[in-house]
C-alpha cells in the first residue's frame, strides 16, 4: 500500500521561507494528482495547492497565490512546497494528500493521505 510521508515543517518568523516534501513510499503505484491540504485548530482542512504528475498542472488557494510554489520530481515521486513570504495566518498542520484523477479543493475525494507536519509562523 502506498504511504505519503511528508517533511520540512517547523517554527519559523514572518516572512520567512520554509519547504515541505512529500514522497510516496510502498508500492509501485503513482496517483495522478498530489495535493496539499492544511488545517489550523478549530477550522476545517483547505485546500492549498495541487499538481498533476502528467501534464504538470498545478492550481494554488489564493491565499498562497503568488508566495507557494508546488513542483514534483518524478523520478523520486516527490512533490516540494516552497512557501515563502509566512504569514501567521499560514500556521497549520500540512497534509500531503494523492489520488487518482485530476487536481480536486475537496479533502474527500483523495484517497491517501500523509500523517501531517506543523508549521508555525510567529510574528
Known amino acids: 500500500q502506498v504511504q505519503l510521508v511528508e517533511s520540512g515543517g517547523g517554527l519559523v518568523q514572518a516572512g520567512d521561507s520554509l519547504t515541505l516534501s512529500c514522497g510516496a513510499s510502498?508500492?509501485?503505484?503513482?496517483?495522478?494528482?498530489m495535493g496539499w491540504f492544511r488545517q489550523a485548530p478549530g477550522k476545517e482542512r483547505e485546500f492549498v495547492a495541487g499538481?498533476?504528475?502528467?501534464?504538470?498542472?498545478?492550481d494554488y488557494a489564493d491565499s498562497v497565490k503568488g508566495r507557494f510554489t508546488l513542483s514534483g520530481d518524478d523520478a523520486k515521486n516527490t512533490v516540494y512546497l516552497q512557501m515563502n513570504s509566512l504569514k501567521p495566518e499560514d500556521t497549520a498542520i500540512y497534509y500531503c494528500?494523492?489520488?487518482?484523477?485530476?487536481?480536486?479543493?475537496?479533502?474527500?475525494?483523495?484517497?491517501?493521505w500523509g500523517q501531517g507536519t506543523q508549521v508555525t509562523v510567529s510574528s
Open positions: 499538481l498533476t504528475w502528467n501534464s504538470g498542472n498545478t
Open positions: 494528500a494523492a489520488r487518482l484523477g485530476g487536481i480536486a479543493r475537496i479533502p474527500t475525494m483523495y484517497d491517501r
Open positions: 510502498g508500492r509501485a503505484y503513482r496517483f495522478s494528482a
